[in-house]
């Protein structure tokens, strides 16, 4: 959040504001660490909302609306420490350009959308679990959610968050998440290849 600070503080006399959106189920008190210190607004999306409109499958993530409600930039996996992404906040704040667009790389196939609606629904359930104190619960909906949408990072993240509080102090561990991202992509991809089934009821293997 220093970078966004940062931002903020040289372009705020420019008709610019920053809204920033945290994506942490488990609400308010999760975020209050992180936001210590800045003096844009921030919310929290409790329910992934604007996750699900976007269909973003990671975070950070960017959106320049301009004074006419006018989407400008919307770029998935936008972080403040990349120039050529500031650069682009900087040239729609001064009107240097109407609009920017950037190349999009689509990894692996898309889901189709009852998949995704059945992920939502069970992502939505899981949190309601987690709000519950019945982790167990929880993260079986959760990890179902992520089989059916295996790119969407806000879903994996908030399993990490059940399954690996230790993981989620006041300071992150990105190296921790990038291995254990790739371990559960292996893993994931190897029951997959076994012929995994998912429905409402969950994820399961067929009997043979």
Not at 71 to 97: C, M, S
Not at 194 to 207: A, K, R, T
Request: contains cysteine.
């Amino acid at each position: 959040m220093p970078g966004w600070q940062q931002v903020y503080e040289t372009h705020k006399d420019k008709n610019f504001e920053i809204l920033s959106v945290s994506v942490d189920g488990q609400g308010p008190e999760v975020v209050k660490p992180f936001v210590k210190g800045t003096t844009f607004t921030t919310v929290v999306d409790e329910n992934n909302q604007l996750v699900n409109l976007f269909q973003f499958k990671m975070v950070p993530n960017g959106i320049f609306i301009d004074e006419e409600g006018t989407i400008r930039l919307l770029k998935e996996g936008f972080k403040v420490e990349n120039p050529e992404h500031v650069q682009a906040v900087e040239q729609l704040i001064y009107k240097k350009t109407e609009k920017v667009e950037f190349e999009s790389i689509q990894a692996t196939p898309k889901p189709a959308d009852f998949q995704l609606q059945l992920a939502q629904t069970k992502f939505k359930l899981g949190m309601e679990y987690a709000k519950q104190k019945r982790s167990d619960e929880a993260l079986k909906e959760l990890d179902d959610a992520i089989l059916l949408d295996p790119d969407n990072f806000t879903i994996r993240k908030q399993r990490w968050y059940i399954r690996f509080p230790e993981k989620f102090g006041s300071e992150i561990d990105f190296d921790w998440q990038k291995g254990q991202l790739e371990k559960e992509k292996e893993d994931e991809e190897f029951h997959r290849n076994q012929g995994l089934v998912c429905g409402p009821d969950g994820c399961f293997l067929p009997s043979r």
